[in-house]
T-cell receptor
């Protein structure tokens, strides 16, 4: 989407860390999400962060939010071949403007063995 | 755990035909969202319902309509189908539009218009 931007492609080796970046334009975004989509499948909610937080860690996933720069990142530690997928960041403005999600264009992560 | 159910999973229609997509939210979820994902694109929000009332409207064409029923399932009705309507249609559900920030997506319905 125009309001949320991501790089198109990332390639890493198995066992390395992956960092997927996302920028958004709307400072009123309140929740920021990461979804994973495998080929032909639905969107799996990985994690989310509230806009008053700087960091959130959940097992191998670390989300960093720089609200000043409107920059969000997802770090995947010890990346595995099963992590190969398209990763979408998304934002919502709950509760002021409902909870519809605005997605970025997605980053295709390829993990090489 | 129960997930969002969508049916059918695949649908092939011809131009100018109609299609109905169904969505069954996670039990006790009262909010349903519809998204459209074109080939190689990000999902675009179409419409949402909370407690059987339309809550938000996105880029949904006038040819499309939707509703949420008393059992909270939702249907997306699409008429006068066009080739450009070919896409993955996702339904997502959450619990309460004012308080829940977690949307869970179904597997999608792949609509092909020929």
């Amino acid at each position: 989407g125009e309001d949320v931007e991501q790089s198109l492609f990332l390639s890493v080796r198995e066992g390395d860390s992956s960092v997927i970046n996302c920028t958004y334009t709307d400072s009123s975004s309140t929740y920021l999400y990461w979804y994973k989509q495998e080929p032909g499948a639905g969107l799996q909610l990985l994690t989310y962060i509230f806009s008053n937080m700087d960091m959130k860690q959940d097992q191998r996933l670390t989300v960093l939010l720089n609200k000043k720069d409107k920059h969000l990142s997802l770090r995947i530690a010890d990346t595995q071949t099963g992590d190969s997928a398209i990763y979408f960041c998304a934002e919502s403005k709950l509760p002021e403007a409902g909870n519809m999600l605005t997605f970025g264009g997605g980053t295709r992560l390829m993990v090489k063995p | 755990a129960a997930g969002v159910i969508q049916s059918p999973r695949h649908l092939i229609k011809e131009k100018r035909e109609t299609a109905t997509l169904k969505c069954y939210p996670i039990p006790r979820h009262d909010t349903v969202y519809w998204y459209q994902q074109g080939p190689g694109q990000d999902p675009q929000f179409l419409i949402s319902f909370y407690e059987k009332m339309q809550s938000d409207k996105g880029s949904i064409p006038d040819r499309f309509s939707a509703q949420q029923f008393s059992d909270y399932h939702s249907e997306l009705n699409m008429s006068s189908l066009e080739l450009g309507d070919s896409a993955l249609y996702f339904c997502a559900s959450s619990s309460g539009t004012g308080g829940s920030y977690e949307q869970y997506f179904g597997p999608g319905t792949r609509l092909t218009v020929t």
